[in-house]
């Protein structure tokens, strides 16, 4: 998280308290952004970031981007840390980004997806619903339901 003050003071305490091993769990501050360096330049905490803790098979994004102007830092950061796709033949074992948007500021998710488009990932949507049908749902059950399920992304390289 890029607030310290989170971090610190929730989830570094939840990564200890929660551990089923006495192995420390790091939990290291990610800043976004290639900081004004070339994308492989050394001074690019980028590139300091993935050459202590590598890249990723999965990374989840969740209600992260409602300012316009963090959108090319957050895209820089999935693509230095995102693992790149090493069997294009096997579409399940791709490196993921789940991102899941419901930050109460409206914030309009074509700018995510033309700069998704533009370093180079396509995206499916799934819709995740909170509260699983019975058959027992009115039609009324069924709508109010639906204001419950969340919109989730899953971003992928193009091949």
């Known amino acids: 998280d890029g607030d310290s003050s989170v971090l610190n003071d929730y989830l570094r305490f939840n990564a200890t308290h929660n551990s089923k091993t006495s192995t420390d769990i790091p939990c290291p501050q990610l800043i976004w952004g290639n900081q004004g360096h070339e994308p492989d330049a050394e001074e690019n905490p980028l590139v300091q970031f993935r050459k202590e803790y590598g890249t990723f098979d999965v990374m989840i994004a969740c209600d ?28 399940h074992h ?62 992928n390289r193009r091949s």
Do not use: H
């Open 94 to 155: 791709q490196p993921t980004l789940l991102y899941v948007m419901e930050a109460s500021t409206p914030f309009p998710l074509e700018d995510v997806f033309t700069l998704a488009k533009a370093k180079g990932f396509d995206w499916t949507k799934k819709i995740v619903s909170m509260v699983p049908p019975t058959d027992s749902d009115t039609p009324a059950d069924q709508e109010a339901n639906k204001l419950r399920d969340y919109e989730v992304f899953l971003f």
């Open 64 to 91: 992260c981007t409602y300012m316009p102007q963090s959108l090319e830092p957050f895209w820089q950061t999935i693509d230095a840390l995102l693992k790149r796709n090493e069997n294009t033949s096997d579409s």
